[in-house]
């Protein structure tokens, strides 16, 4: 087997190899040429070749994502490494385990105008896990710079010595460094920074390793929660007679099934769900914004809760922050391991423990019924909301929102949904969702710059067939994603194209402007069929219920390329129909 002969680099690859770190995404350049050569020269590593490092990175992501392992970027010095930002920032907001292994040039070529060359150490600052900036390794005398000289010695015996001492502690710096950054992706599931200088020459190989790097494991016993807070909140429970359990995103599987059936027979407990939280029960209250969008004062205040719980990432519904808000209830708790977030400006108990635990701890010492007709009340509601939906979409013309009802109930069985940003997550949140589907959306900071690369991503990393959908502006902002060698044949793209951001339609403005039309909604008269041709997908396109049904039929059938849907709708009409479905549902 090859390595490259610099030391740093055989350490850094060595250590990824013995903490498993078996996907590198790497983007070309010259200065991660050591990194570049020994991690594609080792039959363990998965390594791709992304160009554009936001792609890359992003990509990455959804590797991650799947496989619940960190996935390492690899990229050159300069700017490069300022393009992984967008999704260091996702992954910081969203748990997932991601390793930026950035090239740096030596010190002493920093701040000297020296070309493709920036500040990179700790350039992501508060939006990263940890930040490691790793030593160069001290090769002769002469490589150092006048700052870093070692001292002269009238024994060459003596400066020998001091040479090589100076150079393990540097070895050993570095590995605590590396390991450190390695098992903090994963315990605090985020990015990590590795940022590792080299000086030339670059593409030297040889056929032993000169390093021996030593492993360290983080010892970490799950939390459990305290029997006095315990105690706490079950005295609460006691006298709360409305309670709403709210989950945001979580990974398929994450609570028991046994915890979320005694969630569902208790009559003081709604649970809301979200499209992300991959949970699902028939007494649970899925669709948040079709339940409460058309309540008034009274129902808000009928509704508002003693005790909201909340689990799972970031929350997607606009509509339940207000409500939340500003009918604040007397507690909320946050079961979970990460931090908090305050989002309703109420929290007062962090339970730092897995949801899991909880329950088990909880859940089984509730010794009675505690008398309420709340889920009652509400569950009437939900049944009259259901029934008024299915009428507006029989009478609907074709829009979004009959594009969206088709293409939700069209995806296969027992397969990866990836959706969009924008208007597709809202969209998606107002329909039933197929409790087999495994639902994935980047909602850390809810942009629309990586959806496509981290659908790729999950794509080549997962088991199942893997269907993504979204808006036109989304998709193109992210079109490089399709510059990529590796998209699976039965990976599929449905595109919603509005020309435009209609989502701006939706929101307060002044619509139907030049100005509005231009720097607000973006109107355009761009189509895929130019992408498709150049990156060899399938193409096909619908117009209307009939075309896109017609569409659908043979869509997710096995192909021999992937295939992409561009589904086109009225963009004056769009707006209009959703706003009018929750006065129609109330």
Not at 20 to 29: A, E, F, L, M, R
Not at 108 to 118: E, P
Not at 288 to 313: C, E, H, N, W
Request: net charge neutral.
């Amino acid at each position: 087997m090859k390595y490259p002969k610099i030391p740093l680099a055989q350490t850094v690859i060595q250590l990824c190899k013995l903490k498993n770190i078996k996907h590198i995404v790497i983007s070309p350049g010259s200065r991660n040429a050591p990194l570049t050569l020994g991690f594609t020269n080792d039959d363990f590593f998965n390594c791709y070749s992304i160009v554009d490092e936001r792609c890359a990175a992003f990509f990455a992501i959804g590797i991650a994502q799947q496989t619940k392992e960190p996935a390492a970027v690899i990229c050159t010095s300069g700017s490069a490494l300022l393009n992984y930002y967008p999704a260091v920032a996702e992954a910081f907001f969203s748990d997932i385990p991601l390793i930026v292994l950035s090239a740096d040039r030596p010190k002493h070529l920093i701040g000297i105008g020296d070309g493709q060359t920036i500040n990179q150490q700790a350039v992501f600052e508060k939006n990263i896990v940890y930040s490691a900036n790793l030593k160069l390794d001290l090769k002769d005398e002469n490589k150092l710079s006048n700052k870093e000289e070692l001292p002269i010695f009238k024994n060459l015996e003596n400066k020998l010595e001091r040479f090589l001492g100076v150079q393990q502690g540097i070895q050993s710096d570095n590995e605590e460094e590396i390991n450190t950054a390695i098992n903090l992706a994963r315990f605090k599931k985020g990015p990590v920074h590795i940022n590792v200088p080299f000086d030339e020459p670059l593409y030297e190989m040889v056929g032993e390793l000169s390093i021996t790097p030593k492993i360290e494991e983080l010892d970490i016993k799950p939390l459990k929660i305290h029997q006095g807070e315990l105690k706490d909140c079950l005295d609460e429970w006691y006298v709360s007679k409305k309670k709403i359990i709210l989950i945001g995103v979580l990974p398929p599987n994450a609570i028991e099934q046994q915890w979320l059936n005694d969630l569902s027979n208790d009559d003081s407990v709604i649970v809301f769900t979200e499209t992300t939280s991959n949970v699902h029960h028939k007494n649970f209250f899925p669709s948040i914004d079709k339940m409460i969008a058309p309540l008034d004062d009274v129902d808000f205040k009928s509704l508002q809760p003693d005790i909201l719980i909340t689990i799972g990432g970031l929350i997607v519904s606009k509509k339940i922050k207000v409500f939340l808000r500003t009918y604040q209830p007397s507690q909320h708790w946050h079961i979970g391991e990460k931090n908090a977030n305050d989002t309703f400006f109420c929290l007062n108990k962090h339970l730092v423990v897995k949801p899991n635990i909880f329950f088990t701890e909880f859940l089984p010492k509730i010794t009675h019924v505690v008398k309420s007709n709340y889920r009652e009340t509400w569950t009437t509601v939900k049944q009259w909301r259901s029934k008024k939906h299915l009428e507006y979409v029989k009478q609907i013309p074709f829009s979004d929102f009959k594009a969206f009802n088709l293409i939700l109930k069209s995806v296969p069985n027992k397969t990866i949904l990836q959706l969009g940003n924008s208007s597709t997550i809202r969209y998606a949140q107002l329909f039933n969702m197929n409790p087999s589907l495994d639902v994935f959306c980047n909602r850390g900071t809810s942009g629309i710059d990586g959806s496509t690369s981290t659908a790729i991503g999950a794509a080549v990393a997962g088991s199942k067939q893997t269907t993504f959908i979204t808006g036109d502006l989304s998709f193109f902002y992210d079109s490089n994603a399709l510059w990529n060698n590796y998209i699976p044949k039965n990976f599929r793209i449905i595109v919603v194209n509005n020309e435009g951001g209609g989502i701006f339609r939706i929101l307060p403005g002044h619509k139907n402007t030049d100005n509005f039309d231009y720097f607000f909604e973006t109107k355009h008269h761009l189509t895929a069929k130019q992408l498709c041709d150049m990156y060899s997908f399938e193409y096909t396109t619908a117009h209307n219920e009939q075309e896109l049904e017609t569409a659908l039929k043979p869509f997710y059938s096995k192909s021999k390329q992937p295939r992409l849907l561009e589904v086109f709708t009225p963009r004056t009409e769009n707006d209009s129909i959703l706003l009018d479905y929750f006065k129609f549902v109330k």
